[in-house]
Structure formats: structure tokens, C-alpha cells
């Protein structure tokens, strides 16, 4: 929440990481979205992943443009995964997205062999 936007509404970045370098006065801010690729109760597609990585890519751009109290040097979408076949589908149709999208965003996969924990709570079979 200590993020400011210039217009509400709009997509927004999950967190901001701020570093200086070494004999540098120069504040670096990287901004951080996080989603996961998930699909319930059926077998995870390029489709959803065309979607999901469009529509989160197209965000953070629009959120980097949109936000005003710092100066984004990059960002990253890190995508929660639940199994490595997923993380591939992923990569896969990640390799093939146009520069618009790509160009200043790192995507980062993290496969977490553990359905459960990737669903909401609401959707959670097991109890914590």
C-alpha cells in the first residue's frame, strides 16, 4: 500500500525492492507481481498460459508507466507453478511472446510439487 499510482484502478505491483549500488547515490527500485499457474480441477494448457502471461505482462508494464513515488528500473513476475510440467508450458509460450511484452519484465517459475498449496483458501482441501 505505499505504492502511489497516478490513476487508480489500473493494474498494480505487488511489492517494490529498492537497492543502491556501492559508491552510488542512485536509489534502483525493482518491481515485484506475483501470480501462479494454476488450473483447477483440470489439465493446465498453452491457452491458460497465453492468457495468464498476457494479461500479467501487459500489467506490470501498465503498472511500471502508472506509478509515481519511485523510478522502476525493472520488474518481476514471479509465477508460482505446481509442477514442472506446468513451469514448461509456461517457459514455452513465454519464448514465443512478442517483444512488447517481454521487454522489461523477468519472469521467474517457481514449482511448488504441492497442489494444495497453490489453491485459495477457500479452495484449500486441507486445513492448516
Not at 20 to 29: A, D, E, G, L
Not at 78 to 107: E, F, M, Q
Request: proline share 2%; with cysteine.
Amino acid at each position: 500500500m505505499e505504492i502511489n499510482y497516478f490513476f487508480m484502478n489500473q493494474p498494480m505491483t505487488d511489492y517494490l525492492v529498492s537497492f543502491r549500488r556501492p559508491n552510488y547515490s542512485t536509489i534502483f527500485s525493482i518491481g515485484v507481481s506475483v501470480t501462479r499457474a494454476f488450473a483447477y480441477h483440470r489439465r493446465y494448457t498453452k491457452h491458460d498460459a497465453y492468457r495468464l502471461l498476457t494479461k500479467k505482462l501487459s500489467g506490470v508494464n501498465s503498472s511500471t508507466r502508472n506509478i509515481v513515488n519511485a523510478r522502476i528500473w525493472k520488474q518481476i513476475l514471479h509465477i508460482w507453478c505446481p509442477s514442472g510440467k506446468v513451469a514448461n508450458i509456461v517457459r514455452k509460450v513465454y519464448s514465443k511472446l512478442s517483444k512488447d511484452y517481454t521487454s522489461n519484465t523477468i519472469v521467474m517459475l517457481t514449482v511448488v510439487n504441492c497442489d494444495w498449496e497453490l489453491q485459495s483458501c477457500g479452495e484449500s482441501k486441507r486445513q492448516l
